[in-house]
């Protein structure tokens, strides 16, 4: 990595071993090597260690001079920039949701991508709920805990998933991951090869 607008531990280290060879950077760097003039690649959320390990994707394309291919630039996905559009700013209720109501992008792995508008509303509350589904193990609520974040984190486990993984559109009504009586739109959302899920839900 030879330049970085943060100067976080990824600057200057190596991307082919080391601490980074696995990470979602280093990812993002070997599909841009294999991509061609004017390709886009686009890696899902993980970890990355450089951030502290909060969740990150990244966007990636070869540089060329000419025909001769240069170098690679990668551009780091806010995570705070998704939930803002996910949450519409947090404004709920202003555009329709009422008290409950929620989007939530979801990924292949039936992690969550973005947060839980119950965590960003009342922390202790969310904790509390979701300890008593008893659908997330010990060490997801430690985590959660810990990061006061459930991107990543939160694992839905829903038919609406599943049918949604296989292409399908559509409305359910069943218990979401707090165990509520939900009504729950589902569509799957596929963005430069990468299958995430996004759900509108609401309390029934």
């Known amino acids: ?14 991307l082919t071993s080391g601490g980074l060879a696995d990470s979602g950077l280093a990812k993002a760097w070997q599909a841009a090597t294999r991509a061609a ?8 959320f993980s970890a990355y260690k ?27 996905v806010s995570q705070e920039q998704l939930n803002k559009l996910m949450t519409s700013n947090q404004q709920w209720t ?7 109501g929620e989007s939530l992008l979801v990924g292949a792995d039936g992690l969550t991508r973005s947060e839980s508008r119950l965590l960003l509303d009342s922390p202790q509350t969310f904790l509390q709920q979701v300890a008593e589904t008893g659908l997330q193990p010990d060490k997801t609520l430690a985590a959660i805990k810990a990061r006061q974040a459930s991107s990543g984190y939160l694992k839905i486990q829903s038919s609406a998933l599943q049918q949604a993984l296989q292409g399908k559109s559509g409305l359910v009504q069943e218990k979401d991951y707090l165990g509520r009586d939900a009504i729950i739109a589902y569509a799957p959302v596929n963005i430069l090869g990468q299958k995430w899920v996004i759900f509108l839900q609401m309390d029934k």
């Open 94 to 100: 202003n555009i329709g949701l009422g008290d409950t």
């Open 1 to 14: 990595v030879v330049y970085t607008v943060f100067k976080e531990t990824d600057y200057a280290a190596s």
């Open 37 to 44: 003039k004017g390709q886009v690649a686009l890696t899902d």
């Open 50 to 76: 450089p951030s502290y390990g909060a969740p990150a994707a990244f966007m990636s394309a070869p540089v060329f001079d000419g025909e001769e291919r240069i170098g690679t630039l990668v551009v780091q």
